[in-house]
């Protein structure tokens, strides 16, 4: 983040952290997951709606944010739905990220080496930002940084979608902050 984002963001200037936000078109992607395998988003989204959340592994939101995703992922995820990680790491720290943190969906590598590709499609400056993309290519939910309510809107959203009772995300014996920026 430059010196004026930051600035801007202190003096409370509402500026986006990135153009994609709900309604506009996801741009598409094709990456390679740490099973070897291609994940190309116009693929994905023939099969249903797919949860992409960009992180870095360094990031102690991130590290905070994936083990709600991977209950989202467990309860709402497969038949018809995908859950991606989509890191800015290598694939080691990808795979030592996923095994520390609890993360079974597919990881996927947006690596520095090949200059972000996808990151840089969707213009973050910031992580985790996760998004929720239906069939179309709409984002439908858009969020940055740790944020409760747009998790258990993700939520929601994928149990409606598979006509099942939408369970609840956060434990009341868990200390959840409303949001936390990334």
Known sequence: MTILQRT???LGANKEM?????????????LKGLDGKGY????LT???????????VSCPVCQFTFPFLERIYKRYGGDGVTFLGI????????KDFAKEFGVTFPMLLDEKHNGYPASNA?????????FLIETDGSVKISCMGFDKKNLESIAAALAERKKIAATVLFRPD????AHKPG
């Open 122 to 130: 969707y213009g973050l400056t910031n992580v985790p930002t996760i």
């Open 174 to 177: 868990e200390s959840v902050p």
């Open 46 to 56: 023939k099969q249903g709606p797919v949860v992409a959340a960009f992180f870095k």
């Open 40 to 43: 190309s988003l116009q693929t």
């Open 8 to 10: 801007l963001r202190w």
């Open 87 to 94: 890191s800015q790491d290598d694939a080691r720290a990808t």
């Open 18 to 30: 990135t153009h994609i936000v709900a309604g506009n078109m996801a741009p598409g992607f094709s």
